[in-house]
């Protein structure tokens, strides 16, 4: 049986004169970018910078909006109105598709970032407000959520296209869920370990827990890495390579979309 997997990454996450991540350098390595937006991290420049990067090295692009939280680059909570989550993905979608259309280019999907994305997971009805923004805005988009997740269930339910997301460099809590990222552990850098964990998660929908449990992801449709992880350049490249050598093809997310 061949597999197929989409490789993702969160990008263009710099701010102002603030680098952040190395995205010109992963870029030849991923096959979908989440672009942020602006709002947790983000400014017009670097959008327009990182979509042009998108499509030079044949990236599809993707919306990335959080919670308005530079400070706390979106993985704090914020205790918000649904109607607000809906607004705050209008706006952010938005802002990207204007680049994107400069560029004569178009976005093709929509992950929430860090602690809007963990909520949605868990919370149907943010998961609600985001199936609702991207309904209204284009329900064309993919929505990516979380194997196993509200996200997952709330796409199916509005009949939304959607990617099922597995984490190669995060690690997983008994429930499915991420680990918090202020838990030990949580982030994986070694190399091994990720490439490991992303077959294992692509052939088998399978994955060690952070207590060394197996969860049940099932079958996933796309593997995330970060820009911001320590070695992210040399873990994109490597894991690239030994997904290709697993008989695994690493392709768009459209092309394998789910709906």
């Not at 530079?70 to 993985?75: I, K, Q, V």
Request: overall charge negative.
């Amino acid at each position: 049986m061949k597999f197929k997997v989409d490789l993702n990454c969160d990008l263009g996450e710099s701010f102002g004169r603030y680098k952040l991540g190395s995205d010109e350098e992963i870029m030849p390595y991923i096959t979908s970018a989440n672009i942020a937006c602006g709002f947790h991290a983000g400014d017009p420049n670097i959008m327009r910078k990182t979509v042009k990067m998108a499509l030079k090295y044949n990236v599809e692009i993707g919306a990335h909006p959080g919670l308005p939280d530079l400070m706390g680059f979106g993985r704090r909570w914020i205790e918000v109105e649904v109607e607000d989550v809906v607004n705050y993905m209008l706006y952010q979608m938005g802002a990207l598709e204007a680049f994107a259309k400069a560029e004569n280019a178009k976005i093709i999907h929509v992950k929430a970032h860090g602690a809007l994305y963990n909520k949605a997971a868990v919370d149907e009805s943010i998961a609600e407000a985001i199936a609702e923004a991207i309904e209204r805005y284009n329900p064309e988009l993919i929505l990516v959520g979380l194997a196993k997740s509200k996200m997952i269930e709330v796409a199916r339910k509005h009949k939304l296209k959607y990617a099922i997301e597995a984490f190669a460099d995060r690690a997983y809590m008994d429930d499915g869920s991420l680990a918090p990222r202020s838990m030990k552990g949580s982030v994986i850098t070694d190399i091994n370990e990720i490439i490991e964990r992303a077959i294992n998660m692509i052939k088998y929908g399978k994955v060690k827990t952070i207590t060394g449990k197996e969860f049940e992801i099932g079958e996933i449709t796309t593997i995330c890495i970060h820009g911001d992880t320590p070695g992210a350049v040399k873990i994109a490249s490597n894991l690239k390579e030994k997904l290709l050598e697993n008989n695994i093809e690493v392709t768009q997310m459209i092309n394998i979309v789910q709906k």
